[in-house]
């Protein structure tokens, strides 16, 4: 099976803009989760979709939000950036609850 | 909140020694994870531990869980170069059908020739 997918790789955006990153799962795979990667916060959880419902959500602003589609396909938009959003942003995918398989990341670099 | 908490931070070590890096965390879980990270790379699922007294063993790498005591530990046997990496563990918590990853900081192993 292929892995998980994100797009694009590299993203290159200024402050006040916003964003959005696109997910891929694993085929078959309905649950797909979000994780913010920064060296001063580390690895945080964004939130969790399943069959287009968002089932979880970590303490983000509201700028942070996501949906899934009917492919189970994600994707997470960040409004109105801010320098600390520059991040590895890493998506990940499962079956049910099962082990979540992450995808290579999207690094944004906010200036 | 659960916390995750690793340690050490920055393990230098020199190629052939062994060492032990250890993973608390505060509530229970009956899924730890560990995971490498190579620079400006995504994550690579090294061991999923599922129930107490847990022993994994992959090349140089054991991992083990004990949920009594809330400690993961990744032992490194005779450390090769190519080990250099950052290693993290998590946590899987669970809310009814939901389960999120609570990652410690990570663990930046420098292995010297």
């Known amino acids: 099976k292929a892995g998980v997918t994100q797009t694009p790789r590299y993203l290159i955006k200024t402050r006040g803009q916003q964003v959005t990153l696109s997910c891929s799962p694993i085929?078959?795979?309905?649950?797909v989760s979000w994780y913010q990667q920064t060296p001063g916060q580390g690895l945080q959880f964004l939130f969790e979709?399943?069959?287009?419902?968002?089932?979880n959500k970590g303490n983000f602003p509201g700028r942070f939000s996501g949906r899934q589609f009917s492919n189970s396909r994600s994707e997470m938009n960040v409004s109105t950036l801010e320098l600390g959003d520059s991040a590895l942003y890493l998506c990940?995918?499962?079956?049910?609850?099962?082990?979540?398989?992450f995808g290579p990341g999207t690094r944004l670099t906010v200036t | 909140e659960l916390k995750v908490e690793q340690n050490p931070l920055f393990l230098s070590m020199q190629e052939g020694k062994n060492y032990t890096i250890y993973c608390n965390y505060s509530?229970?879980?009956?899924?730890l994870y560990w995971y490498r990270q190579d620079p400006g790379k995504s994550l690579e699922s090294l061991f999923v531990?599922?129930?107490?007294?847990a022993v994994k063993q992959e090349g140089r790498l054991m991992a083990s869980l004990d949920t009594k005591a809330r400690l993961s530990t990744l032992h490194i046997t005779a450390a090769v170069h190519d080990l250099s990496a950052t290693y993290f563990c998590?946590?899987?918590?669970?809310?009814?059908?939901?389960?999120?990853?609570?990652f410690g900081t990570g663990t930046l192993l420098a292995v010297q020739p």
């Open positions: 979709y399943f069959s287009e419902t968002q089932r």
């Open positions: 531990l599922l129930s107490n007294g």
């Open positions: 998590a946590v899987e918590v669970r809310g009814g059908a939901t389960n999120k990853l609570i």
């Open positions: 509530t229970t879980s009956d899924r």
């Open positions: 990940a995918s499962s079956e049910q609850s099962y082990e979540q398989y």
């Open positions: 085929s078959g795979h309905r649950s």
